[in-house]
């Protein structure tokens, strides 16, 4: 290992321990003395410094103006400490155990060896130390301060305590609230009672339970489309007053996590997505999340230079491969104080960031949580990306604005979230065992008393096009939903003292009657007979006037979800769509497929992950303009080069 300067820790002075050294000029002399930084980026960085409230450090690392080791020997002359390099003389991992892997990670700390009974703590951030000195000195006794690089600390913690990590990120939530002891064998054996009664009941009495069975599904149906009803009414009637932005002091760090998992040829146009971003280079930590036995995208991300605000954290292997995972070891990683989360295929709007930025210091700090809205950038590819972007616009644009007006819990989308992280790591952030982790997050979030709004932000994504692939990811996101509603009805009066009776019945509205319906849909099917002209199989059992209230409710649940429908694809860019959405009632029956190899899924194989395909269909312009755009001719599918 080379040192700046020998290490004495008996001569440790004050400014050992933070404070910069006397009489040595800023960072920025520094820089050019040692002629690391050129005279023009400093004054670049100093401009930007006065606009934004930045360290300097970081405006010049962000922006590419130096090197990390140069901004590392240039802090430890400031700070007068010396310069380690952890990679060449590894760290005590005894001393790394007493603080915790993860709090050296989440504070950029290192506690790297003992001298002479004092305890010398390694950091990237000279200028912090002195806020961690005195829990640091009530820990390891007397200290000194050294400084290196924070990648270096980084390397340094996963080389030495990856499994512990890996443990931490599998097992976040506490047991109440995770699907990690997910009760199969019992699941298994209720579900063959259950199989084998209905079985019994359908040769006794058909028609009694045939009934049953279609009362349950159209109660089902007519329950979720009364709740979607008042959602829309709530979100037409209030449409929010817009306030001139806040004022923000100093912008927060804001870290970025983007799982990427068998996407080699996606890296770099994500990559370029991510640039457009408007939000502060210096401020931007854009973390790369990759498995690491997935050598196809770890070679395609080592073979392309990364801009200095990317980091690719890889994850190790462990029994459980999935994004919440990879999510919850990515997390210790971070560097912001908000926390966000990026599809690979996503296109964010230019200044989404800054937008989030100003709802969460808008709002006050029971807003945990701010869902993106999630759109389409290629809907005219085929039906089914069409009936994908129909049902995503009134998902995102009328349901769940409306759930937010409504005060319900809201599911989360899978990506365009973001967190305040001291709320995220107090909830356990992600169950690394749910298929579904953003559903069931979202309704943690609200059993411990905090907000998530839905802010009118667009990320554009691909659209599945494809029927088995489809089929795949929705059984998934049912298969979530499933083990989500389970695991939070396993003690339903606690549910209910925390989230009320109102969102407690919404909550069964959303999850159990939404499952229902999709597993029950072919008794709903059965009212198209009348349409046809055909005999329904009620006849005989009910009278004409019930069997026509009953065919009316569903024809008016059927209404209500096409227009919604309607109502979601109504601005400009989407209008083209609205002939379509008389085709939804075609497009919701492909669900039913998928909610029965759920079922099967739940039973048998809950924890594996049905893994979507991305880069299949894409547009060259994706990601730069979220403007209305020329369709795509129905089956064609445009590739960008990697």
Sequence with gaps: ???????????????????????????????????????????????????????????????????????????????GAAVVDPAAEPADPRLVDI??????LRNGLLPWRRAGGVTIILTARPDEFIRHRAHLAQIFGPICMAVTTASGIEAEVLRLRHDMLNRRA????????????????????????????????????????FMVLMFWALGSLVLVSGMKAAAAFMQ??????????????????????????????????????LGRLTYPKELLDVLLVVEEEDLLTRDALACRPLP??????????????????????????????????????????????????????????????????????????????????????????????GMEKLGLCLPLGGTTLFFRRDVLEKIGAWDAHNVTEDADLGIRLARFGYRTEVLATVTCEEPNCRLVPWIKQRSRWLKGYAMTY???????????????????????????????????????????????????????????????????????????????????????????LRRWVLTMPFYFPLATLAAYKALREILVNPYYWDKTAHGVFDLPSAGVSHSPTRAVSPGVAVRRPA
């Design 170 to 209: 599998e097992a976040r939530p506490a047991p109440r609230f995770s699907c990690r002891n997910w009760p199969a064998r019992k699941l298994q054996r209720g579900t063959l009672c259950v199989a084998l009664a209905m079985i019994g009941l359908g040769m006794l009495w058909p028609a009694a339970l």
């Design 236 to 273: 037409l009637r209030g449409a929010s007053r817009a306030t001139p932005p806040p004022s923000i002091a100093r912008m927060p760090v804001v870290s970025v996590m983007v799982p990427l998992y068998r996407e080699p040829d996606i890296a770099p146009r994500l990559i370029q997505r």
């Design 99 to 104: 603080l915790g892997a993860a709090e050296c």
């Design 308 to 401: 200095p605000w990317v980091r690719v954290i890889v994850v190790p292997k462990g029994p459980l491969k999935t994004k919440p995972r990879a999510l919850n070891f990515a997390l210790d990683f971070c560097r912001g104080s908000i926390i966000g989360v990026y599809d690979a295929e996503d296109a964010p709007e230019p200044d989404q960031l800054h937008r989030v930025v100003r709802r969460f210091h808008d709002r006050g700090a029971d807003l945990a949580c701010v869902q993106g809205v999630l759109d389409y950038y290629n809907p005219a590819t085929n039906w089914l990306s069409r009936c994908f972007t129909i049902e995503y616009a009134a998902w995102f644009r009328v349901v769940l604005p």
């Design 1 to 79: 290992m080379v040192l700046a300067r020998r290490l004495d820790p008996a001569a440790a002075s004050p400014a050992w321990n933070g404070a910069p050294a006397p009489g040595q000029p800023g960072l920025g002399q520094i820089l050019l003395k040692q002629q690391a930084l050129d005279p023009s980026d400093l004054v670049e960085a100093l401009s930007r410094q006065s606009r934004r409230g930045a360290r300097l450090g970081d405006i010049l690392l962000g922006n590419g103006m130096i090197t990390e080791r140069a901004l590392a020997a240039a802090l430890a002359t400031q700070h």
């Design 486 to 576: 389970l695991v939070h009805m396993r003690a339903p009066r606690q549910l209910l003292r925390d989230i009320g009776w109102w969102r407690f019945f919404g909550l069964q509205v959303l999850f159990a009657a939404t499952l229902s319906q999709f597993l029950l849909a072919p008794f709903l099917w059965s009212f198209w007979l009348l349409a046809l002209g055909l005999a329904h199989p009620a006849m005989g059992v009910v009278s004409p006037g019930t069997l026509a209230a009953l065919t009316a409710a569903f024809l008016l649940a059927e209404t209500i979800n096409l227009v919604i429908g309607i109502i979601g694809v109504s601005e400009p860019r989407h209008r083209f």
